[in-house]
């Protein structure tokens, strides 16, 4: 928590003023602020907007800055995580050590709220989620992270994996995760059961992955509909990737959006190209929140992505054929003030009296700064400075 005055910056490509941040919150906004005493930045004139949030992303799979991987597999969702659990040990990939790379990454070009999934399975156990909570521990009040505790290698299919689960929340985990109750798990009803269970016992909300395409995916949405329902956890619950979402039957489509509306159920979407994707407008029309992520990146599963929550928004904004200045514009709300709502963060803006958590960005416009591709020249979390032209400066802790 920090006191900061920051000259001469544009919140939200309004003119150009002053912001006093204040206990680490945003005091005053106005030009020519005086305040004596108090550490100065210079804006230069640059778009201010909210922190960067990063709703979906796998910090312990990322091969950053390893040797090039040459093994990656093609195949069924089946193959690509086998791969990676049989690797991870003879890869040397170290959760504590690329967490930190790829969250340092995340928070210079702009990030300052994280959710990230950690596989927990019966041959890694705990050990994944344990080398994550250090690198939360390291860079507290650098970036807020949440950890979802991920069956990425199954639940029903792979028994003693709800056990884990159950010990992972307990130990600090702060979201359920969940697969593909129907396709991966073959049991959607007890796959359900139990991430639901888990939930209320813990008191945590839900995050399930759901790949299942077409009819099928929409079928396991209606049971974790219905189930938010009975169990009373309207704004609770939120589903990833949504493929489902993304067929060709519309009314089905405005159906089952219409309800996640109803239930306040959240979805987040990477903008994969390789599978169709929910409208980005229509969720946000109806009044779904929404949050983008980068997923995993450069891991063993595949070679793409950035450590940046702009380019991700491109790949989202291209996916959903974005063009107009107001969509744009829509996207980077997606990506800030909207994607922090999805994941429970309310008051994520540039208002006085909000966390000053925040990033300059280059560009004329919003629209404009969601194009363009520069380093961002300085991000604030909390009133501290955390980066500047793209480097990570927190006193203390440095880049493995
Ligand atoms: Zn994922």
């Known amino acids: 928590m920090s006191d900061l005055l920051i000259r001469n910056l544009r919140p939200m490509a309004n003119d150009a003023c002053d912001m006093l941040i204040e206990n680490g919150r945003i005091a005053r906004i106005a030009p020519g602020i005086d305040a004596p005493g108090v550490a100065i930045e210079d804006g230069a004139g640059a778009i201010a907007i909210p922190g960067l949030a990063e709703t979906h992303t796998h910090l312990d799979k990322t091969m950053w800055d390893m040797p090039w991987y040459d093994g990656r597999k093609g195949g069924t969702l089946q193959d690509l995580v086998d791969n990676e659990r049989h690797s991870r040990i003879p890869l040397g990939i170290d959760v504590h050590r690329q967490a930190m790379r790829h969250a340092i990454r995340l928070i210079r070009t702009g990030t300052t709220h994280i959710r990230s999934h950690v596989d927990v399975d019966t041959d890694h156990r705990l050990s994944l989620l344990e080398g994550k909570m250090r690198a939360r521990d390291a860079l507290a009040g650098a970036v807020d992270m949440q950890i979802v505790a991920f069956p990425q290698s199954g639940l029903m299919v792979r028994p003693g994996t709800a056990e884990l689960l159950d010990e992972a929340l307990s130990a600090g985990a702060d979201v359920v995760g969940g697969l593909d109750p129907s396709s991966f798990d073959r049991d959607p009803k007890a796959s359900l059961d139990t991430t639901f269970a888990l939930a209320v016992k813990h008191g945590k909300p839900i995050d399930i992955h759901l790949h299942e395409p077409g009819e099928l995916g929409a079928f396991t949405m209606e049971m974790i509909m219905d189930r938010t329902e009975t169990e009373g956890l309207q704004g609770r619950v939120g589903i990833s990737h949504a493929f489902c979402l993304g067929m060709p039957d519309q009314a089905r489509v405005a159906g089952l959006i219409d309800r996640l509306a109803r239930l306040d159920m959240r ?134």
């Open 267 to 400: 979805i987040f979407t990477t903008g994969a190209p390789s599978a169709t994707c929910p409208s980005l407008l229509a969720l946000r029309a109806a009044g779904v929140k929404v949050g983008i992520g980068c997923d995993g990146i450069r891991d063993t599963w595949g070679p793409w992505g950035q450590p940046d929550m702009l380019d991700r928004a491109r790949i989202v904004g291209m996916k959903n054929k974005l063009r107009r200045d107001e969509e744009l514009v829509a996207l980077l709300d997606t990506a800030t003030t909207g994607g922090a709502a999805a994941i429970g963060i309310a008051d994520h803006t540039l208002e006085v009296g909000a966390p000053a958590d925040l990033t300059l960005v280059a560009g004329e416009t919003l629209a404009h700064a969601v194009v363009e591709t520069a380093p961002r020249p300085l991000v604030v979390k909390a009133g501290r400075v955390v980066a500047r032209s793209g480097e990570f400066c927190v006193e203390g802790v440095s880049m493995p």
